[in-house]
C-alpha cells in the first residue's frame, strides 16, 4: 500500500457495520414500518412525536416511492431526505404527541404531507454555508418542486411536491 504507510486500517467495527447495513436490511425493515404502522400512500398514517419516528417515516417513504409506485432511486432519494426533514420539524417545535404522514401520487406529481396539531408556522429561514441546523426547510425549498402550510382549524398541514416522470 505506497503512500499509505502509518495510516491504520479500520478494524472490527467496519465490518460490522457494514453488516448491519444492507439494502436489502432497509428493504425489509420498510417492509416492517409498512405492516406494522400502515400505508401512507392510503391513509394517513399516525406517528407519535418521537425522534424515532423520523426513521419509521423515512422507511415507509422508501417502500411506498420504490416499490409501490416504482419510481427512480434518485426521486426516493430526495423524498426520503424531504421527508426527514418535515417529521424532524414535526418533532422539535410543534409539542405534539403525534403527527401524521400522508403520501399522494397524481398524474406526474407526488406529494407528502406531515400534518400536526400546532398552528405555529414553519419559518424559511437565511443559511449560511457552515450552518449545522436550520437547514430544514431549505432543503425542502431547494429540491422540491413546490411546497406550502394549510392551516386547519385545529393544526396545520405542511407538504411538499416534486415533479415525477409518468410511464
Known sequence: ????????QPRGQSRATAARWSPA???????EALESNGNPAECEVPLPSLPESAAIARRLTQVVVLRQ???????????????????????????????????????????????????????LMPVQELDVSGRGLFLVD??????????????????????????
Request: glycine share 12%; net charge positive.
Open 69 to 123: 409506485w416504482g419510481l427512480s432511486p434518485k426521486l426516493a432519494e430526495d423524498t426520503v431526505l424531504l421527508v426527514s426533514e418535515l417529521v424532524g420539524n414535526a418533532v422539535r417545535h410543534t409539542g405534539a404527541r403525534v403527527f401524521g404522514l400522508r403520501m399522494r401520487r397524481r398524474r406526474g406529481w407526488l406529494r407528502v404531507e406531515v400534518r400536526d396539531p400546532s398552528r405555529g408556522l414553519p419559518c
Open 25 to 31: 436490511v432497509e428493504d425489509e425493515r420498510a417492509l
Open 142 to 167: 431547494k429540491l422540491s418542486d413546490r411546497w406550502g402550510v394549510d392551516l386547519l382549524p385545529r393544526g396545520k398541514t405542511t407538504w411538499f411536491e416534486m415533479r415525477v416522470a409518468d410511464r
Open 1 to 8: 500500500m505506497a503512500g499509505l504507510e502509518g495510516i491504520g
